[in-house]
């Protein structure tokens, strides 16, 4: 009851005489402040969003807005001495850690680091909140002076102060904190562990001792010094952050309907009494569950996951315990909140298997472009309603939230995602889909873990099971992004991600990385590059493009593939925080670390506003009988992806393939294997690894032969022709590499991006018996091609093949260029 009696206090010291504890027993006031935290209930996500705390009856608007201005000072005050707590508890922290670098420490710098964690983060929300509630609550600052003075002469000076009280709006004070309370989650997870150094050095150091027992801190409006424990100021944020849902609910109680403030509270307390009670229930994860046979299942992780079956599929809840898989579905009984069995699996040798679900039919993907774009008239609409602030349109807020739950949970249950296929030693087996690659391999890695720590199966009781996931579970909503409501700490635009190349691959192998983005999935959320060529150090120099609304990270994976392309592995993933006030309109290169591997991207961010996703599925623009700029301006790069993967293919297994180039693969794969770059790159790709080498090189000089223009401009089929009759071979070649560069560039990169790898074919001459020469005659049609065909076409051939030849014998032939060169700010390791 301390904040009972520091409201005493404060009463008192403004000469209000307060009522007694027990007049207060019945009190509503009393209690919405101190109702007791545990009962607190959420309710299902699934089903319509259970009513806000409505506001109460009251005989009087002007009574209800002194209350509501009594509240606000309250928690102003409650505030101040919370800073004032949280000071002290931060005085001995540089003089401890000044100390742990002596010969004599008190604590380490790790344990430093461990006692303190987060607090000044927490002191800095804090002092931000505080400061501006302070600012608000000046009577200046209530409502401008000209306002004041129009309300004085329309309506008199007693209704002056009470329309001033009703102008004051800190509902997005309340909205800005509480969408910052997740720095909490690490403090909260890391107290057992500062509580645990801090009695362990009372014990064994005198000083610390001394230290701990004495912290005085500052108290009420006059300063009075009060003792308090250093474990007892290490409670103080715990207990802090779990009132806040209390506080919210008893301004907002206080808050007249018609208040501008009403539904921004009522918002603010959505996200918080979720973020309490997921942060409550993780609290309690490491309750122990007592099982028929005596022994302990703790419950380790849990979230919702897609459930596959025979008939269909949808939205559940998985439960991973000490040992065994539990998949609950959440359902609402009245206004409690309760699970039911699905299924589950034990550990005890539990295989795991992970794919890319394949692609819906054009039916299907008509049907989520759509809801797509009505989600996001769905949020236009909701943004336009909550700008007015009314009661009246309170309705309407509530009837657009409850559809925009809804399109986006059928999103998450149905676009395609990623399966985990679950085999046990029993027999059975259960498939779930994942919304990320990302969420699966936390999934994935968990799972194996335990399972490899798990040595014997006891049968649980499924109806106890099942009854305390209720209290234990650690996630209570799904990913669900339209319960945020707070985007002044998200982007929106365009944000460019190239992914370069990477390092740090114990075996050479093909490999690529998947970029997903959060945030509303209005636009696609999830790209990958191509797959490398067989190497150590992959590179793509891949650019791709997201257009974002919402995101706040920006979530990296990187999987390899072994040489028989029969097996994936992710190798490592990484989290890039993406901030707004520090994002670039240069781009930015940034070395990330995912697991044993480095990879090298390049990241651009140019905020703009986002035009209407289409409502009809995006199609693949095509690349065969296409102008190569064309192509190349499309996907963002010097060198077309279908030259470079068809290229890395053949580099892969080819070089030693007799008569490669020469040798026509079958014109059924090479049909296939147009169709496919034409309409889906991804499948094309997947493709060139299966079928005949010959029918990947017969794919790339098709695509030469049906280039519109050719690589090698007509008009320069005179002046080359030309250079070929200078008798001085250096001559010939200097004006030869000349009119190299003067080719455009994406023609330019490619030509040479083509003519090194020719070169590299013809080292192995002795094996594939593809000569230089051979391999210029086999090209030199396709690239080079006269402004006017003529009847005898011999000398052309033979100018065709002549001026390939002489540059793939150019001793000082340039590097290919495959993406632009980049306008880096700066560089991050």
């Known amino acids: 009851m301390e904040l009972y009696r520091e409201a005493i206090d404060y009463l008192n010291a403004y000469g209000i005489s307060p009522v007694t504890e027990e007049e207060m027993v019945d009190s509503d006031l009393l209690q919405d402040v101190f109702a007791e935290e545990t009962e607190w209930v959420s309710h299902s996500p699934l089903q319509t969003e259970p009513g806000l705390p409505s506001t109460p009856t009251i005989d009087s608007p002007d009574d209800l807005l002194q209350k509501r201005m009594v509240v606000l ?107 910052q309370l997740g720095v909490y989650r690490g403090f909260i997870d890391n107290y057992e562990n500062a509580v645990e150094i801090v009695q362990k050095c009372m014990q064994s150091d005198q000083r610390f001792r001394t230290l701990a027992e004495s912290m005085m801190s500052s108290k009420g409006s006059d300063n009075v010094k009060t003792k308090y424990t250093f474990e007892a100021l290490l409670y ?9 849902t209390l506080v919210l609910h008893d301004l907002l109680k206080h808050t007249p309907p018609d208040h501008p403030d009403s539904i921004t509270l009522q918002e603010a307390l959505r996200l918080t009494s979720s973020f309490l009670s997921g942060v409550n229930e993780r609290s309690q994860c490491k309750r122990s569950v007592m099982l028929s046979r005596g022994e302990r299942r703790q419950l380790l992780r849990d979230g919702f996951v897609v459930d596959v079956f025979e008939s269909g599929h949808n939205l559940r809840h998985l439960f991973l315990y000490t040992d065994m898989l539990l998949c609950a579905k959440l359902t609402s009984a009245g ?168 390092c740090g691959l114990q075996h050479p192998s093909s490999a690529y990385v998947c970029v997903e983005v959060d945030g509303f999935e209005f636009y696609e959320r999830r790209k990958q590059t191509c797959l490398s060529a067989f190497s150590v150090t992959p590179q793509w120099d891949e650019e791709l493009v997201f257009q974002v609304d919402g995101a706040q990270q920006l979530f990296l994976v990187f999987v390899s593939q072994n040489e028989n392309d029969t097996q994936h592995d992710i190798v490592g993933r990484a989290v890039l925080n993406l901030d707004p006030d520090n994002m670039f309109k240069k781009w930015k290169k940034v070395t990330c670390s995912l697991g044993q591997v480095d990879v090298t991207l390049s990241i651009k961010y140019v905020p703009h506003p986002l035009e209407p996703p289409s409502s009809s599925p995006l199609v693949q623009e095509p690349v065969f009988c296409v102008p190569i700029e064309q192509v190349a301006m499309h996907e963002s790069v010097l060198v077309p992806h279908i030259v470079r993967s068809c290229v890395e293919e053949v580099e892969r297994r080819g070089l030693n393939e007799e008569g490669i180039y020469r040798i026509s693969g079958a014109s059924s794969e090479i049909q296939a294997l147009k169709h496919a770059f034409n309409t889906n790159y991804r499948e094309a790709v997947s493709k060139l690894r299966s079928v005949d080498v010959n029918a990947v090189s017969g794919t790339l000089k098709l695509y030469f032969r049906e280039l519109p223009l050719p690589l090698i401009p007509c008009e320069q089929f005179k002046e080359l022709s030309d250079a070929l009759d200078i008798a001085d071979p250096y001559l010939r070649a200097d004006s030869m590499l000349t009119l190299l560069q003067d080719l455009p560039d994406v023609n330019r990169n490619t030509l040479l991006f083509l003519l090194h790898h020719l070169r590299r074919v013809a080292e192995r001459k002795e094996e594939n018996k593809m000569s230089l020469s051979n391999l210029a005659t086999v090209f030199g049609p396709s690239l080079l091609r006269p402004p006017v065909a003529r009847v005898d076409i011999s000398q052309e051939v033979e100018v065709q093949v002549q001026v390939i030849f002489l540059y793939l014998q150019c001793q000082n032939l340039p590097e290919a260029l495959l993406t632009k060169h980049l306008d880096i700010d700066e560089l991050e390791t």
């Open 335 to 502: 206004r409690q909140a309760q699970y039911r069995f699905c299924w589950y699996l034990p550990l005890v040798g539990l295989k795991l298997h992970w794919a890319a679900e394949n692609l819906p039919s054009s039916e299907y993907q008509m049907k989520i472009s759509k809801t797509r774009a009505k989600m996001h008239q769905l949020k236009q609409a909701l943004q336009q309603h909550m700008k007015g602030g009314k009661v009246s349109v309170f309705c309407a807020v509530d009837r657009l939230r409850r559809k925009f739950e809804e399109c986006e949970i059928w999103l998450l249950t149905n676009t395609p995602s990623f399966t985990l296929e679950l085999h046990s030693t029993s027999g059975k087996s259960h498939t779930i889909r994942l919304f990320s690659l990302f969420d699966l391999n936390e999934w994935k890695e968990a799972i194996e873990k335990q399972s490899g720590n798990c040595i014997e199966t006891v049968p649980p009781d499924l109806l106890s099971v099942t009854g305390s996931c209720i209290k234990l579970r650690m996630t209570q909503q799904p990913p669900l992004n339209c319960i945020r409501s707070n985007e002044s700490a998200n982007i929106c635009g365009s944000l460019y991600v190239i992914v370069q190349s990477a």
């Open 236 to 244: 103080k944020p715990l207990d802090r952050v779990m009132k806040t």
């Open 73 to 179: 000072k309250g928690i102003l005050i409650s505030e101040e001495i919370y800073l004032t707590e949280l000071e002290t508890l931060l005085t001995p922290m540089k003089a401890l850690r000044a100390a742990a670098g002596t010969s004599q420490p008190v604590l380490s710098t790790e344990q430093v680091q461990t006692v303190f964690y987060q607090i000044p983060e927490l002191r800095d929300l804090h002092k931000d909140f505080c400061t501006s509630l302070r600012t608000r609550l000046q009577p200046e600052k209530v409502m401008d002076p000209q306002s004041q003075r129009d309300l004085g002469r329309e309506e008199g000076p007693d209704i002056q102060l009470n329309q001033a009280e009703h102008y004051l709006s800190v509902g997005d004070l309340f909205l800005k904190f509480v969408n």
